[in-house]
C-alpha cells in the first residue's frame, strides 16, 4: 500500500482527505513539517500533503532544503490552498502541483495517483526500500565526477543473504533488506546531512556517497548497528548456535554464519575518474576484498 505523509492541522482538511483516502493508502498525519521530518527520512512516503495556509514561512524553507537534497528531490510534494489568492503567494514554492481546498473531495484522489505516477516515471525508486536505484546512482556519481568534486563512495553488500533468503523466506528477506536501507539512510543523514547520497543497487546492494572525513566513521557505525539488530531476524535456535543450515548454489547442504555486512570504500583522491563506471568498479573491488575477511567490516582503498 502506498504510504503518504499529510501536514495540516485544519479539522475540514483532515477529515476530507480521510473520506477520499481511507482504506486506499497508508496515511500518517502531522500538525506542521518539522514534525514530519523524522517520517520522512526513516520512511520516504510515496508523497507528501501539506497544507500550506497552517505553515509559516520557516518551515516552508525546511520544505525547499529538503526537496534540495538528492536524496528527496524525487519525493513527490501536493500542496493544498486555500485560495487562489493563497496560491499566488507561493510561486517559489518546491511542490509538484496543488489543488485548492474547496477542490478536495472532487479532485484530490485524482491528483494524488496523477502525481505518485509522475514522479514513478520520472525517477526510478526501488519498491523495497523507496531509494533511489541504479539510473539515478550513475547520475548522482558523474554529476560529481563532472563538477571535480572531492568524495567518498561505499559499496555496502550482506554476507550470507542468499542463504537466509533461501532457509527463512522471501518475506523475512525483504524486511532484511528493508531495514537495512533504512539503517544506512539514517546514520549516512545524521553524519551528514547535506550534500550525502545512498542508493540501493538491487538485492542486497547498496552504495552511499559522503564527505571522505565522515565515511570512515560512518561505515563503522553502519557495521555496529547491523550486527547489533541481525541476529534479532534469527530464530532463537539459529541465533543461540550462531549459524543456519542451508543449501549453497550447487545444492549441497552446508553451515553459513550469521549474516555481516561487507563495505568498499574508495575516493577521487586515490585516481582520475572520468566515468562513472570506474569508480563504481574500484568500489566494488574494495567490497570484495573486505567479503574475504570473517564478519563485517569495511576496507578502505588507501592506493
Known amino acids: 500500500m502506498k504510504s503518504i505523509a499529510v501536514i495540516s492541522k485544519d479539522i475540514i482538511i483532515l477529515n476530507a482527505l480521510e473520506g477520499v483516502l481511507k482504506d486506499l493508502y497508508k496515511i500518517s498525519v502531522f500538525n506542521n513539517i518539522q ?14 500533503i501539506i ?76 519498491p523495497l526500500t523507496k531509494l533511489p536505484g541504479n539510473i539515478s546512482i550513475n547520475k548522482q556519481i558523474q554529476a560529481r565526477l563532472d563538477k571535480n568534486e ?18 527463512y523466506g522471501f518475506s523475512r528477506g525483504d524486511e532484511v533488506i528493508r531495514i537495512t536501507g533504512r539503517l544506512v539512510l539514517n546514520i549516512v543523514k545524521n553524519k551528514q546531512d547535506k550534500n550525502s547520497f545512498v542508493g540501493h543497487i538491487g538485492g542486497d546492494d547498496f552504495i552511499f556517497i559522503m564527505d571522505l572525513n565522515f565515511i570512515e566513521e560512518t561505515s563503522q557505525e553502519i557495521i555496529d548497528n547491523f550486527d547489533r539488530i ?46 562513472y563506471g570506474e569508480i563504481t568498479e574500484q568500489a566494488s573491488e574494495m567490497k570484495k576484498y573486505a567479503k574475504q575477511f570473517k564478519g563485517s567490516c569495511y576496507r578502505l582503498n588507501r592506493r
Open 150 to 167: 572531492v568524495f567518498a563512495l561505499a559499496y555496502a553488500d550482506i554476507d550470507h543473504f542468499k542463504p537466509f533468503n533461501d532457509k
Open 35 to 48: 514534525s514530519s521530518l523524522d517520517y520522512i527520512y526513516n520512511s520516504i512516503p510515496d508523497l507528501v
Open 51 to 126: 497544507d500550506i495556509s497552517t505553515d509559516d514561512l520557516a518551515s516552508i524553507n525546511i520544505l525547499s532544503n529538503l526537496k534540495e537534497d538528492p536524496m528527496f528531490y524525487q519525493l513527490p510534494v501536493l500542496a493544498i490552498f486555500s485560495d487562489q489568492s493563497a496560491a499566488s503567494q507561493w510561486d517559489f514554492l518546491s511542490v509538484e502541483d496543488y489543488i485548492y481546498k474547496a477542490d478536495l473531495e472532487r479532485d484530490m484522489l485524482a491528483r494524488i495517483k496523477l502525481a505518485i505516477i509522475r514522479a514513478e516515471r520520472v525517477i526510478e525508486i526501488n
Open 230 to 275: 541481525i541476529p534479532t531476524f534469527y530464530d532463537n535456535d539459529d541465533t543461540i548456535k550462531g549459524y543456519i543450515e542451508s543449501c549453497d548454489r550447487h545444492g549441497s547442504l552446508k553451515s553459513f554464519d550469521v549474516m555481516s555486512i561487507s563495505i568498499g570504500i574508495t575516493d577521487t583522491k586515490s585516481g582520475t575518474f572520468p566515468h
